[in-house]
């Protein structure tokens, strides 16, 4: 009996190990077969003698054991995995609510800066197309038609004839030559072919990233946004060109046929918004995926400092005057407000002009109040229309090189601090091709020169604010 008591525990211990060192796949075995399969190895070899019997006792009760223990570890097994795979989702779900743009490639980024390079184009194209005067050399707003240029003498004789039916060419233009008219015809005809390009550059690629599943919920909402502002651009450009085609300027005494000065700045600040929107886009685009690669880990926490809060307000501040003064300019380019007073800093020898030729009583129209008087000057009234921008060009000068001292004794990193520095110097040389321009009366080159310089100094200042934006604080994210 001592014996078969010693040799039951010895027994017991040796399953115990066996079971503990068992591969696997053992473990993975159904429980039953499992039971089954030892309980009648022991019967068949231990079934006739008392010492069997005793030994197969313990091997059931042992094999008992077992099984509980490998189904109390399969469980845990089976609880972990759950565990883990609630814990990636949850991880996945924050990093999607934190960064909901981060899996937005890079090549859609770079679609929306070739959008905004494109606009920038055709703003300098519309502004060489005002100082030439061209604007409405075609009378037609032909969507399919208008894309074919004449080829013919004939085609050439039959646009020329339509012209010729407008007031620009029979107040202005009179004794005009077929060679002249070709050239403001391309003018313009350059103008509207380039914002054809852009229309069809934003929509083909829109669809195809679409398709595909590559734009985020916010950057489909913002690309939506700009495509409707460069359908209704489109629209605007043809609603400013027909001002200027209105025959009751025939019959108004002096009047100078060209385009109203309303329409013209609504028209620029349309494309400003659009190019705005595809820049600003864009570098988000570019930005949130570095940020994902780790790039800004070790600037987050000089970009995120609450010291640099007043900073990055005056940032803004400070895009929000280059924004207002380039509108100022549209108003002195749709009335011609750059012929008078061709002098600086003075007008007419003085800083301010005479009060009577800033508020003019001719500006009033019939029934106008004196305090309607007052708004008709702001923006009809050549010289109040050049002071005024005048005042506004100063003033974005002064907050610009205000906002360049002050970043001096600021912690700032040198991508932000490259950027004050741009922006100054940008400033620098508007200021001068704003000057120049008005003192030899606003010649083609630097008019055009001027206008794509106001478009750099807010690309410069947009800059400066995007890269002053929070950086959030994430772990790399890979991208789809």
């Given at each position: 009996?001592?014996?078969?008591?010693?040799?039951?525990?010895?027994?017991?211990?040796?399953?115990v190990?066996?079971?503990?060192h068992?591969?696997?796949?053992t473990?993975?075995?159904?429980?039953?077969?499992?039971?089954t399969?030892?309980a009648?190895?022991?019967?068949k070899?231990?079934?006739?003698?008392?010492?069997?019997?005793?030994l197969?006792?313990?091997?059931?009760?042992?094999?008992?054991?077992?099984?509980?223990?490998?189904?109390?570890?399969?469980?845990?097994?089976?609880?972990?995995?759950?565990?883990?795979?609630?814990?990636?989702?949850?991880a996945?779900?924050?990093?999607?609510?934190?960064?909901?743009?981060?899996?937005?490639?890079?090549?859609v980024?770079?679609?929306?800066?070739?959008?905004?390079?494109?606009?920038?184009?055709i703003?300098?194209?519309?502004g060489m197309t005002?100082?030439?005067?061209?604007?409405?050399?075609?009378?037609?707003?032909?969507?399919?038609?208008?894309?074919?240029?004449?080829?013919?003498?004939?085609?050439?004789?039959?646009?020329?004839?339509?012209?010729?039916?407008?007031?620009?060419?029979?107040?202005?233009?009179?004794?005009?030559?077929?060679?002249?008219?070709k050239?403001?015809?391309?003018?313009?005809?350059?103008?509207?072919?380039?914002?054809?390009?852009?229309?069809?550059a934003?929509i083909?690629?829109?669809?195809?990233?679409?398709?595909?599943?590559?734009?985020?919920?916010?950057?489909?909402?913002?690309?939506?946004?700009?495509?409707?502002?460069?359908?209704?651009?489109?629209?605007?450009?043809?609603?400013?060109?027909?001002?200027?085609?209105?025959?009751?300027?025939?019959?108004?005494?002096?009047?100078?046929p060209?385009?109203?000065?309303?329409?013209?700045?609504?028209?620029?600040?349309?494309?400003?918004?659009?190019?705005?929107?595809?820049?600003?886009?864009?570098m988000?685009?570019?930005?949130?995926?570095?940020?994902?690669?780790?790039?800004?880990?070790?600037?987050?926490?000089?970009?995120?400092?609450?010291?640099?809060?007043r900073?990055?307000?005056?940032?803004?501040?400070?895009?929000?005057?280059?924004?207002?003064?380039?509108?100022?300019?549209?108003?002195?380019?749709?009335?011609?407000?750059?012929?008078?007073?061709?002098e600086?800093?003075?007008?007419?020898?003085?800083?301010?002009?005479?009060?009577?030729?800033?508020?003019?009583d001719?500006?009033?129209?019939?029934?106008?109040?004196?305090?309607?008087?007052?708004w008709?000057?702001?923006?009809?009234?050549q010289?109040?229309?050049?002071?005024?921008?005048?005042?506004?060009?100063?003033?974005?000068?002064?907050?610009?090189?205000?906002?360049?001292?002050?970043?001096?004794?600021?912690?700032?990193?040198?991508h932000?601090?490259?950027?004050?520095?741009?922006?100054?110097g940008v400033?620098?040389?508007?200021?001068?091709?704003?000057?120049?321009?008005?003192l030899?009366?606003?010649?083609?080159?630097?008019?055009?020169?001027?206008?794509?310089?106001?478009?750099t100094l807010?690309?410069?200042?947009l800059?400066?604010?995007?890269?002053?934006k929070?950086?959030?604080?994430l772990?790399?994210?890979?991208?789809?």
């Amino acid at each position: 009996m001592v014996c078969t008591n010693v040799f039951s525990g010895l027994l017991s211990r040796t399953l115990v190990r066996a079971a503990a060192h068992s591969s696997p796949s053992t473990h993975t075995l159904p429980f039953r077969a499992l039971s089954t399969f030892n309980a009648n190895a022991f019967k068949k070899t231990l079934s006739r003698s008392a010492l069997g019997s005793a030994l197969s006792r313990a091997a059931a009760h042992q094999q008992q054991h077992v099984t509980r223990s490998a189904a109390h570890m399969v469980k845990a097994r089976f609880q972990s995995t759950i565990t883990a795979a609630a814990n990636s989702n949850a991880a996945a779900s924050v990093a999607a609510k934190t960064s909901p743009d981060m899996v937005v490639k890079p090549i859609v980024g770079y679609w929306m800066l070739t959008i905004s390079a494109m606009t920038f184009g055709i703003v300098v194209v519309g502004g060489m197309t005002r100082l030439t005067e061209s604007g409405l050399s075609i009378v037609e707003w032909n969507l399919i038609k208008g894309m074919k240029p004449p080829r013919s003498e004939a085609e050439w004789e039959e646009e020329f004839e339509k012209y010729k039916q407008f007031p620009e060419y029979k107040i202005l233009n009179r004794g005009m030559t077929l060679e002249e008219f070709k050239r403001i015809f391309y003018y313009e005809w350059s103008h509207r072919m380039l914002g054809r390009a852009i229309g069809a550059a934003f929509i083909l690629p829109g669809l195809y990233f679409a398709s595909r599943g590559m734009l985020s919920k916010n950057i489909a909402r913002r690309s939506l946004i700009i495509g409707a502002f460069i359908g209704f651009q489109g629209a605007l450009g043809w609603y400013m060109v027909k001002s200027g085609l209105d025959e009751q300027l025939m019959s108004t005494p002096g009047a100078t046929p060209r385009v109203s000065q309303y329409r013209l700045a609504a028209h620029l600040g349309s494309a400003f918004l659009i190019y705005t929107g595809a820049l600003m886009t864009g570098m988000k685009i570019l930005t949130d995926n570095h940020i994902a690669k780790g790039a800004y880990e070790s600037l987050a926490a000089v970009i995120n400092n609450p010291a640099l809060k007043r900073f990055k307000g005056a940032a803004h501040g400070v895009v929000a005057l280059i924004f207002i003064t380039a509108i100022s300019g549209a108003f002195v380019a749709g009335l011609d407000a750059g012929l008078v007073y061709n002098e600086f800093p003075l007008m007419g020898g003085r800083l301010v002009p005479p009060m009577r030729e800033l508020f003019d009583d001719k500006f009033l129209h019939e029934g106008d109040n004196p305090k309607t008087g007052l708004w008709r000057n702001m923006f009809d009234n050549q010289v109040t229309v050049q002071f005024n921008h005048r005042v506004l060009a100063t003033t974005t000068f002064t907050a610009v090189s205000s906002l360049f001292l002050y970043s001096r004794g600021l912690p700032l990193p040198p991508h932000i601090r490259m950027g004050v520095n741009v922006l100054m110097g940008v400033a620098c040389c508007q200021v001068g091709l704003g000057i120049a321009t008005l003192l030899y009366m606003v010649p083609v080159s630097l008019g055009t020169a001027h206008q794509a310089g106001s478009l750099t100094l807010l690309t410069s200042a947009l800059y400066l604010m995007h890269s002053l934006k929070k950086v959030p604080v994430l772990k790399k994210i890979p991208l789809k």
